[in-house]
């Protein structure tokens, strides 16, 4: 039998033996919390965020009523930018310790930022009734006395279409509070009614950050960047959006109009640099289909239109629809160059060096200095010997039509089939005849030709002075009476 005398007179030795252990255990948890507090601190003065955070974590997990630790945990969130993590720590600090300003002042701010102006003030003034002469929270306070009126004003000054000032006044508060997704709202909707899409953006951008779920702003960002023509842009924004909801009602037959457009503008564009132009301008025809109604597209689009008919030599095309881009848009540069380069095809070459002036006054690079020279040049070759004339084929003529046309004229003009005075006309025919083409049926010297320079010029060349004419051959044989000269066709 349980001697119960003896069971009872024994249970308080055994309460001081729990409560010494316990002390011990406590003592032991508070010396191992302190010991990661001093790492923490370690780590945080050399800038070692992440593993600050776990070393607080740990001193927290030994000692839970450390308000230090919780303080110092809500200061490597702040530093990492997560401010509503730090709220409840800051909180817990100041519940552990009530009147530790540090942690009351600083809840205050992330407050302030995030525009909840009545809770910062609340904290502002906890502050002070724990330590009258805090500076922060007296300079704090009397920050926060105007926002409220600035705030005001500002709605006042939308209702009165005066977009410009009230984005001041919002900025002007944003400057202090820049966690506030509704004040950046309201400040991104008047600087689009303004015209200063570019900072609506930015203020948008913000609001992503601050709010989780921002399917509505991620699709406003991209309807924005599509309207000033940044298709790229448009893409990553709606594509951020569905990443929130696939089925997103609005975003998704946004991104499949967004991405026809960018699809067909790419494919467009390889076909332009692999200089398949017929293939580019279907479809650039189609990429107008998808997008009929943005200026900023069709102009666009047209204007490589133009482009494409400019290459390929659809010298009436490109002379109709780069002049009405034109007429629509005198600033526009490719359209004037590619009207230019229309006219040369055309031998208006007065009409090509006034495209290329007016290029060079909005665009005065190197491009347009070129085309420049280049048609003035070729303006003063047209005065002189042109070989596209003398052998009566277009700019744009194949290597087999010229030597077809040389073959006739040749044949036509050869010295021994005329006599006399006819003869002397004859032979200076067929010397131009074999000089145009020499010159168009070799690449290099044609293509010196067609940027304005006469490769058999001595004027512009270096003189070849052994053959004893500009061209380089004599066709009449030492003699230069053309008796030793013989000529066959195949």
């Not at 942690?103 to 302030?112: F, T």
């Not at 000032?165 to 008047?190: C, G, H, N, Q």
């Not at 309807?223 to 998704?252: A, F, M, N, P, W």
């Not at 290029?359 to 347009?368: G, P, W, Y």
Request: proline share 3%; net charge neutral.
């Amino acid at each position: 039998m349980i001697n119960i005398y003896r069971v009872v007179s024994s249970l308080p030795l055994l309460f001081v033996t729990l409560s010494v252990q316990y002390e011990e255990a406590e003592s032991k948890s508070e010396a191992e919390a302190k010991k990661f507090l001093d790492r923490g601190n370690s780590l945080l003065g050399a800038g070692q965020l992440v593993d600050a955070l776990s070393q607080y974590n740990l001193a927290i997990e030994n000692d839970p009523d450390n308000y230090m630790a919780y303080y110092k945990r809500a200061t490597v969130y702040l530093a990492l930018g997560k401010s509503k993590a730090a709220l409840p720590d800051l909180e817990k600090s100041m519940k552990l310790k009530p009147d530790f300003t540090a942690a009351i002042v600083n809840r205050g701010n992330i407050l302030l930022k995030m525009g909840k102006l009545k809770e910062a003030r609340a904290a502002y003034e906890h502050t002070l009734r724990v330590d009258q002469q805090h500076k922060e929270a007296l300079d704090k306070i009397q920050t926060l006395e105007p926002f409220e009126m600035l705030l005001q004003e500002a709605d006042k000054l939308v209702t009165q279409n005066k977009f410009a000032e009230a984005a001041d006044f919002y900025s002007r508060v944003i400057m202090s509070v820049p966690w506030d997704a509704t004040l950046r709202e309201k400040r991104a909707k008047v600087y689009m009614n303004s015209g200063e899409v570019y900072k609506a953006l930015d203020d948008y951008r913000a609001i992503t950050q601050l709010v989780p779920d921002s399917t509505d702003v991620f699709y406003k960002m991209s309807s924005l960047h599509y309207q000033i023509g940044d298709l790229e842009e448009s893409l990553t924004d709606i594509r951020e959006c569905l990443k929130l909801d696939q089925d997103h009602k609005v975003c998704k037959p946004h991104y499949r109009k967004v991405k026809k457009l960018t699809k067909q503008l790419g494919m467009a564009q390889d076909f332009t640099n692999e200089q398949q132009y017929d293939d580019a301008i279907d479809k650039y025809h189609q990429a107008l289909e998808t997008e009929s109604q943005n200026w900023i597209y069709t102009q666009r689009i047209k204007t490589k239109i133009c482009h494409c008919h400019s290459k390929a030599q659809h010298t009436q095309e490109a002379l109709k629809l780069c002049g009405e881009i034109i007429e629509k848009d005198g600033n526009n540069v490719d359209a004037l160059i590619d009207r230019a380069e229309a006219h040369i095809q055309n031998e208006m070459y007065d009409d090509a060096i006034n495209d290329y002036q007016r290029a060079k006054e909005l665009e005065d690079t190197q491009r347009t200095q070129d085309g420049l020279q280049r048609a003035q040049k070729l303006l003063k070759q047209s005065q002189k010997r042109d070989y596209y004339k003398i052998l009566g084929v277009k700019r744009n003529a194949r290597k087999k039509e010229i030597n077809k046309a040389y073959r006739k004229l040749a044949m036509e003009w050869h010295p021994d089939k005329h006599e006399g005075e006819e003869k002397k006309k004859a032979e200076k025919m067929f010397m131009d005849i074999a000089a145009a083409k020499e010159v168009l049926t070799d690449p290099d010297m044609r293509q010196k030709f067609d940027n304005g320079e006469d490769p058999l010029d001595p004027e512009e060349q270096q003189q070849r002075q052994q053959w004893g004419n500009p061209f380089g051959f004599n066709p009449f044989g030492s003699g230069g009476g053309g008796h030793h000269f013989k000529f066959h066709f195949n």
